[in-house]
């Protein structure tokens, strides 16, 4: 057994949480740097000095605030839309950080197992935990593209429907909202979205390329081109999105075709492991009985 006394283990663990979490919610570092240079007179003489040093505050706090941004992009991208997900999601890295240092102190208590190793384990263990949120980030954003791209050609089919009798483009990306509620839910949430910024006032435009950076897909992307196209140059915006509806219908029939392509040369390795061997001892079965039975059975005789 360990000599460390487990309310110490338990005390050390306790004040390291609690230690991350002030650290998550605290103000950094260099914004509080700079808002001391800013509030404080440099003296005279030493100008240049204090610009260097207000300088390279300024540039931490702004590539800070940078990581920050590309966090939050990353949350939004995946749907967790809170402003609070960033807090979160630290929180859910040290507690996947911390939660098998624990477990590995105590699994040292309890067993005559070492606690350096136990310790270097649960270490190991919550570097890994601390990385499995940003793939489950990626997971999410991967299957939410996958969704949308599956129903942009329907989205924009009634689009144009709406378009052609008559109605406003933000009150037919409305009537869209509403028509696809149960087929297409995620699709129908954004372009309520889009029509709540759109009467807000931003131009619809501007909305759509919002919504394109809320899921970084290039299909929005070039839909919000072609409505600031014929927003800025006064086109037809009926026959602009029939034939973004038509390319898209183009592009999707191309994609099914690709993987239609895909599935022969993915279907072989199944039929390797699976069906081969079971046609195998079907044909070569008997034959190595009749063998068996010739050489050894009927050869000892």
């Not at 969704?147 to 050609?153: D, E, N, T, V």
Request: with cysteine; net charge positive.
């Amino acid at each position: 057994m360990s000599s460390i006394p487990l309310p110490l283990i338990l005390g050390a663990i306790t004040l390291a949480a609690m230690l991350a979490l002030l650290l998550i919610g605290r103000k950094s570092a260099g914004a509080k740097r700079v808002e001391e240079l800013a509030a404080s007179e440099p003296p005279k003489g030493t100008t240049a000095k204090k610009e260097n040093v207000v300088t390279s505050g300024v540039r931490k706090y702004v590539e800070q605030e940078e990581k920050k941004k590309a966090i939050r992009e990353r949350l939004i991208q995946a749907g967790f839309y809170s402003p609070d997900s960033a807090y979160w999601l630290n929180v859910i890295r040290g507690v996947a950080f911390l939660l098998p240092v624990a477990l590995g102190g105590l699994v040292s208590l309890f067993t005559d197992v070492p606690p350096t190793m136990t310790l270097l384990i649960g270490s190991a263990i919550g570097l890994i935990g601390t990385l499995a949120p940003s793939f489950i980030l990626d997971s999410r954003k991967a299957a939410r593209q996958k969704k949308l791209r599956r129903a942009i050609p329907d989205a924009l089919d009634v689009l144009s429907i709406c378009l052609e009798g008559g109605m406003s483009f933000p009150a037919s990306l409305s009537r869209v909202s509403q028509e696809l509620v149960t087929a297409h839910p995620d699709l129908a949430l954004e372009l309520a979205i889009v029509d709540r910024e759109s009467r807000m006032g931003l131009s619809s435009g501007q909305a759509i390329r919002k919504f394109a950076d809320r899921f970084d897909l290039e299909e929005i992307r070039s839909m919000a081109t072609v409505v600031l196209q014929a927003e800025t140059y006064g086109s037809s915006l009926v026959d602009a999105m029939n034939v973004f509806a038509e390319s898209m219908r183009e592009k999707r029939s191309q994609q099914a075709e690709t993987k239609a392509q895909q599935a022969v040369i993915k279907i072989i390795f199944p039929t390797l492991l699976c069906i081969f061997p079971a046609l195998f001892l079907v044909i070569m079965g008997p034959a190595a009985i009749q063998i068996y039975e010739t050489l050894v059975v009927n050869g000892g005789k």
